[in-house]
């Protein structure tokens, strides 16, 4: 029996997380949520008899609710937790196809944009794993995955003119600095940090600004020439668990970002 901690389940990829995991009665999920009474609703509806799933209120800007999450997961696990999954993210729509140029034009809301991102995606995650860690410690699976995205790569940023996604892009490659800060004081407790990306991925979302999102993948091309579009979310979710499964702080795999591959290919 293994236990998972999973961030933003309440749609997209971490309520297909909890899907693909709960699958086996003997996994006990818990799923962080904000709004729990819509979560249950839809578990109920679509999850239907899976009594291994448990939903707790949290939100990644308030420390005190993570805190009371982590002491709620250790009522339910016993004091230990084999993996963590921390998905939650803050995407923003309105900075994800302009250049800065123009998003500057906006400066106030650009700033509120960055320190959002920011706060959501990188200081929330630092709150989360330190006060998750100690029940990792005590766990089996001793494996905690940061959601990123290959969107961070300043490689790929620089070589294919991938001005798009700027704040959330610089969110990333923060998060990922962050896990392999929290990889070099954990190593020699066996602990797992790592990034994993899943790509562009289907979640249902289809954005209105089609031309600039057309530019945009139009680059995702030229980066990865098989590229044939988002990937459907179930196969995401099961690239990214066969990722998490394989990798291990014996084989190097530390502190690293990765892709849904299992390597740097992003898309």
Known sequence: MSSYFITGVARGLGFEFVRQLSTNPANTIIGLVRDKTATEKKVSEELSGRKNVHL???????????????????????????YVIANAAFLSVWAAFEPFSLLAKEPEKLEKELVDMFTVNVVG?????NLITPLVLKGNGKKIIAISSGLGDQEMAINYELFQNAPYSISKTALDM????????????????????????????????????????????KYAPDFNGPTPIDVAIQR????????????????????????KQWL
């Open 56 to 82: 707790i209120q949290g939100d990644m800007v308030d420390y005190a609710s993570l805190k009371k999450a982590v002491d709620e997961i250790a009522t339910i696990t016993g004091g230990k937790l084999d």
């Open 178 to 221: 962050a896990v392999a800060k929290f990889h070099a004081e954990y190593r020699k407790d066996d602990v797992l940090f790592m990034c994993i990306s899943p790509g562009m991925v289907d979640t249902g979302y289809i954005d209105p600004e089609t031309a600039l999102l057309n530019d945009m993948i139009g680059k995702f091309m």
């Open 240 to 263: 990214i668990l066969s990722v998490m499964d394989k990798s291990s702080v014996e084989a190097g795999d530390g502190g690293k970002s990765l892709s849904q591959f299992g390597n």
């Open 125 to 129: 995650n630092i709150h989360l794993f």
